[in-house]
């Protein structure tokens, strides 16, 4: 199969690595923002921006700004804006899934309370739009208020129908796309723009981003059953919990046996948590991980084929590495 053919050997770093300079100038940028808050709210903001990330947006920002002719101070500040987005939600993520651990650190809710962590992530949505206005420019904002807003309706919607029967693999795909891929596909896409890219090429790069965020989600979705916490960092098992019905369950649901069927069917009807054990005796369930671990990685071919337009260069050449970083995690969920 050609999404799990790998690709040719090579002695470098992760990509991250080329632009570690100025991931380390966006770090220092995040950690600076708690100073914009009232002196009562800095250090509960001040402790989610201390909590260091993977940064993947902005450094797909940045990666996109020096595959397009070099990396401007613009490129640094649209990946602290989505940054920031992406940090309210994950408090508001932990919230509504009832973590209490991530990034093997106690969560927001774990620490304050739902009350309180509600508010954070809400100052720091507030803040990042407030962000976006230095760019005084109205398509920018936009952009990033569109994104923002992609998030929060992809999670309502995911909330909606958990334990929903009905939900299909093209509602699935639709909700990732506006909870995970709308954030990687602005960082690419606005980056592109930053970069005086026609809006041919931005499309194309957007479409990069939003391709390999719904890859990304659906790996996410797979380490949910089969990681482990101690490995992860995070609290594992809320999906299957909270009744979310991801890509792994779904193709369950098309593969298993009419009694393994009403079986799962009723559990999620009567809102009963699906639990692994009950997973691990029905024999399709591998196969249910497979499938969904070759449908990212496909998505992950379709992205390499985005970046024709950037031409050849280390910054292009890093944005494909990561196409092939991930694909190396989606294989490994299948031990």
Sequence with gaps: MAATINPPPRNDLFPFELVRPELERVEISIREQVRAFDPAVEPYVAYICNTSGKRIRPALAILVGGAAGGVTDDHLKIGV??????????????????????????TANAKWGNALSVLLGDVLFSHALTLATDFNSIDICRKVGNAAREVCQGEIIQTQRRFDLTFTKAEYFRVIEMKTGALFA???????????????????????????????????????????????????????????????????????SEAQRIKINKRILDQEPLDLPILLGIAEYEGAIERAIDTAL?????????????GKSVHSDALAQITWFLAGLLEKCRK
């Design 81 to 106: 804006i989505l940054e920031l987005i992406h940090m309210a939600t994950l408090v508001h993520d932990d919230i509504m899934d009832g973590a209490n651990t991530r990034r093997m650190v106690p």
């Design 298 to 310: 496909q998505l992950l071919v379709d992205c390499r084929a985005d970046l024709a337009p950037l």
């Design 186 to 256: 602005a960082a690419t896409g606005l980056a592109a723009n930053l970069s005086g890219m026609d809006a041919e090429i931005e499309a194309r790069l957007h479409s990069y981003g939003m391709k390999l965020g719904t890859a990304y989600q659906i790996y996410d979705d797979c380490l949910d059953l089969v990681g482990s916490e101690e490995v992860v960092g995070k609290t594992l098992r809320t999906d299957l919990i909270k009744g979310k019905l991801t890509l792994p369950i779904l193709n369950l649901l098309e593969t298993a």
